[in-house]
């Protein structure tokens, strides 16, 4: 038998098969026959908070060793990587900028690369996954949340709680973009939950990054603004 | 003119352990020639609340896909919009997230269909226009005639600031110094030696002398363009009547007349405000101080009345006029003048009849700034020391000025940009960009801003029990926030 988990904001399949105990969550847990469906239309790293996931019961493992003894078991947590590249206001990488990144109690310092790309694939999965990331000498910082980030595709109900028209992903990825808006309810599933503020956002990424003028600026997300959207963020 | 690409760099140096309190006074700047805080009378070095963009939103991270995060530097774009005297007719144009610095020649008409020749032989070569620019690009080509002498991309992303209105056509017009008297070079024109008597003779009974009046007061050489900018407000005015739907804001960044130059002072020495003297210098004719200076406002437009009317006329087709007050029509400020003034524009033509051909215009008040669409407009008096509301050194070197000496003074762009540093800092990310005039040399730059603490004065680090000790360690700004944030327990 198995479990549905119901998918949290922050959590994505690999963290979420930590939680149960299972390392191999590629074959266990992303494969499994009751996610096929999920894994048709979702990234296993960009899951929405609502996404039912089907977890297998683990299947205990048994090893033999003798008594009055000491053994040792080393339990695989798995790690994993984090990327990203930082811009200044006019979409410049910050090259070669020293930074210091915090997720929960894990601690990175480095300098940015000439793409102002900063790369770590040693990151250990933890139930922390908020942090800071800062770059000193520029005097800027900002509070992270590390698989955060929405999926943009719609779904049907038969993989989420309710209908999700993958809103809250394309509001995230235009803040991080640089547009706004500064309050994101993750749970928003809808277009007509957009607040004044996300259209602000939409109808200034629309003006400048897709030179739309008058009254094409309609701060609604048609198909041709997700997938300038997508595009511009690159996933 | 510097080259438009490299930016001002502003380092704002911060006093004492407020600092860490985030309670701040400025002290002054690195720039060359910036004159301390206590000179600026405290309206720049006003508390603080919040000085580092740190950007408490909340950036959510996808693992192992690649993301981008964009931070917004400190960072605005400076625009001074120099000066509409003799044959500079310099104006400022923004649209959308673009910006620029042009130059009117008079004279030309545009065809119909708004199509014009190619004659801006100034042009700077910028970035590919964006569609942002449409108002812009429809505007440029209606009025024709003027060349961009320099213009930017000036995008700086702040969204959930404020945002700015991609469609609203911002035109601001610079100082002209409008005197009231004609000076000695127009004493043969007919036009202005008319209407000199005309307005004189009712004026003035031959018993009361006013001060100064007609000599010398053309010292910035006003009156020669201004037929020009009569052409271009009509130009104007001409647009919004043919595209109504266009959004226009029109700003008079300050010193449209020149209420100054060989004229006794008539506001006290003050701190960042225009008081009257008192008391009134004639009961029987003006009464009180304001109706003296309101005349002297009346006789400006009555004198250039073609131009008033222009200025009139754009305000009737629908385009938002907005008029600040800068140093040498810093009486704009005072509502009893502005009153006064268009008291006695109605007086003109009113029972008396002495003017029956005259029409009054508006006398408008002088805001001290206008700050809306990320774009933060003032005259720019507020940061000069010797020009700043109350001060009265600016007014005497007006009176002592002449030609000679007036090509000797120095811009001071550094305490200009310092100053506009500053009050971004305290408008926050919201000012994307800020305009003066005041200078009469036109500049647009991009603007960077970094902090540090006074050297030598002490430092606060939390530990990572939360205590607080001061270090003496004078530290940049920026090393101290690493060094917290090192020790400080999340």
Known sequence: MGTWHLVRQGEWVSKIAAHYRISDWEAKIWRHPNNRGLASRRDPNVLHPGDRLFIPAPIPKQVSRSTDQTHKFVMKTGYDEFHVRVLDSEGKPISDAPYLLIIGWQRFEGRTDRNGQIDHTRIIRTEHHEGVLSLPKQGLECEIRVGGLNPTKKTDSSEHSRYDDGISGLLMRLRNLGFGPKTIDESTTDESDVTPEGRNAIVAFQNIEMKRVGEALTGKLDDETRAAIIDKYGS | ?490
């Not at chain 2, 363009?225 to 009547?241: I, P, R, Y």
């Not at chain 2, 109706?291 to 009345?305: A, D």
Request: glycine share 8%.
């Open chain 2, 1 to 490: 003119m510097n080259s438009p690409t490299a930016p001002f760099k502003v380092r704002l140096i911060w006093s004492g352990k407020d600092f860490d309190e985030h309670r701040l006074s400025l002290v002054g700047s690195e720039v060359d020639g910036v004159e301390d805080e206590k000179t600026w009378q405290g309206t720049v070095a006003d508390w603080l609340t919040q000085i580092v963009y740190q950007e408490r939103r909340n950036v959510d991270f996808a693992v192992k896909n690649m993301n981008i995060a964009r931070f917004h530097t400190q960072r605005f774009f400076y625009l001074d919009v120099g000066c509409w005297l003799n044959s500079k007719h310099y104006f400022g144009v923004v649209c959308g997230y673009n910006a620029a610095v042009c130059n009117f020649d008079a004279g030309w008409a545009p065809t119909d269909g708004f199509s014009g020749p190619d004659a801006w032989g100034q042009t700077v070569v910028v970035p590919p226009a964006p569609a942002s620019t449409h108002g812009g690009a429809l505007f440029k080509d209606f009025m024709g005639h003027y060349g961009q002498r320099d213009s930017l991309f000036c995008q700086s992303l702040y969204p959930w600031g404020g945002w700015r209105d991609p469609n609203r056509l911002y035109v601001i017009l610079p100082d002209i110094h409008l005197p009231q008297a004609i000076s000695q070079i127009f004493q043969d024109d007919p036009k202005y030696v008319q209407r000199w008597d005309e307005y004189h003779n009712w004026l003035n009974p031959p018993f009361l002398v006013p001060d100064g009046y007609g000599i010398g007061r053309d010292l910035f050489n006003s009156l020669s363009s201004v037929g020009a900018l009569t052409e271009f407000l009509t130009l104007l005015a001409n647009f919004k009547g043919k595209f109504p739907k266009a959004a226009i804001t029109l700003v008079q960044i300050g010193d449209l007349y020149e209420l100054w130059r060989k004229r006794d002072r008539r506001f006290e020495p003050r701190d960042n405000e225009i008081v009257l003297v008192s008391p009134g210098v004639d009961p029987f004719f003006y009464g009180d101080r304001a109706r003296e200076v309101g005349e002297w406002i009346s006789g400006t437009h009555f004198l250039h009345q073609e131009l008033f009317q222009a200025f009139d006329e754009c305000q009737s087709t629908g385009i938002e006029c907005i008029f600040l007050h800068g140093n040498h029509d810093n009486y704009l400020s005072v509502p009893a003048v502005v009153d006064a003034a268009n008291r006695w524009q109605s007086n003109l033509c009113g029972a008396c009849g002495m003017t029956p051909g005259y029409t009054p215009t508006r006398v408008h008040q002088g805001r001290k700034h206008h700050f809306k669409d990320q774009i933060f407009f003032e005259h720019g008096q507020r940061v000069d020391v010797y020009n700043r509301d109350g001060a009265t050194a600016g007014h005497e070197n007006c009176n002592e000025a002449n030609e000679f000496w007036k090509a000797f003074d120095p811009v001071r762009r550094e305490s200009f940009v310092t100053g506009a540093a500053a009050m971004h800092v305290r408008k926050g990310p919201d000012l994307g960009l800020y305009v003066m005039g005041h200078t009469h040399t036109p500049e647009l730059r991009l603007v960077e801003i970094s902090h540090a603490r006074r050297d030598g004065d002490p430092a606060t680090i939390t530990g990572t029990d939360g205590a607080r000790a001061e270090k003496d360690t004078p530290i940049d700004l920026f090393g101290l926030t690493m060094k917290a944030a090192a020790v400080t327990t999340r």
